[in-house]
């Protein structure tokens, strides 16, 4: 069973940065894509960005391209998600999920972790 924690998250004013992390255990790390999602109050959950297993196809929602960046460090079972310029409407709880290969979605997900973006 393959268990995600994130953290790093926390309140950043408008234009700061911040780094969340994924810390992964119970399954064979390196083989997954994992990727971030937010979910904003009221609204569904949204895809934010992803980076396959090989860690040479990164994909990102175009409201974050340009200012975020994912990395990972197959070593750490550990995928971060560099958060820069940001902005209020980033405001949102942070998930971490993962894919196994060949899968159409994400099985497994994070307990997620806050943002907040004060202007």
């Known amino acids: 069973q393959v268990q995600l924690v994130e953290s790093g998250g926390g309140l950043v004013q408008a234009g700061g940065s911040l780094r969340l992390s994924c810390t992964a255990s119970?399954?064979?790390?390196?083989?997954?894509?994992m990727g971030w999602f937010r979910q904003a109050p009221g609204k569904g959950r949204e895809f934010v960005a992803s980076l396959a297993w090989t860690s040479t196809s990164a994909d990102y929602t175009d409201r974050v391209k340009g200012r975020f960046i994912i990395s990972r460090d197959n070593a750490k079972n550990t995928v971060y998600l560099q958060m820069n310029s940001l902005k209020p409407e980033d405001t949102a709880v942070y998930y971490c999920?993962?894919?196994?290969?060949?899968?159409?979605?994400?099985?497994?997900w994070g307990q997620g972790t806050q943002v907040t973006v004060s202007s």
């Open positions: 999920a993962a894919k196994r290969k060949a899968s159409i979605s994400y099985g497994y």
């Open positions: 119970g399954g064979t790390f390196s083989t997954y894509t």
